[in-house]
């Protein structure tokens, strides 16, 4: 049987604040339109390829990629900050080993240079971070990662 989650996008708020410490900015609007999305009050009227807004988080509450990468900014936990070469390779979907981040698993935030680069899962029975970017958004982020 499934439980019933009363007030979506508050509880998804609340865990993006308590886990991230992201506070998002007064323009930016949660809402529920067949899952939580994100936007802001001009376009929870209008659509983006048929939906409002686009997807913050899975039925879980695991935040979206595109979530983390226009947010990820404001991150103030659960930040993993990589130098150039692990970068490239978080870029390319490889994980992190030797990643001893203490505590347990929990979602992470990988940032280069202040970039946010994406979402990992940290591991911590293996010490590392899976990497969570889907292929199709690899390709633009190792382009954007330069020296």
């Known amino acids: 049987m499934m439980a019933f989650i009363a007030n979506k996008e508050r509880n998804f708020k609340k865990f993006i604040e308590n886990h991230f410490g992201i506070v998002l900015p007064q323009s930016t609007v949660l809402f529920y339109s067949e899952g939580v999305r994100a936007g802001n009050a001009a376009i929870t009227k209008s659509d983006i390829r048929g939906e409002k807004g686009y997807a913050a988080c899975d ?7 595109s979530f983390i990468q226009n947010f990820g900014h404001l991150a103030t936990k659960n930040v993993v900050e990589l130098d150039e070469r692990k970068a490239k390779e978080f870029a390319v ?11 347990k698993g929990r979602p992470v935030i990988a940032r280069y240079a ?8 940290y591991d911590e029975a293996e010490k590392k971070v899976r990497n969570l970017i889907p292929e199709k958004r690899r390709r633009k982020i190792i382009n ?3 020296t």
Do not use: E, K, V
């Open 144 to 146: 954007s990662i330069r």
């Open 59 to 65: 039925a879980g509450f695991n935040p979206t990629n």
């Open 114 to 121: 202040g970039f946010t680069i994406g979402l990992g899962h």
């Open 93 to 103: 979907g490889r994980g992190l080993g030797g990643m001893d981040l203490g505590g």
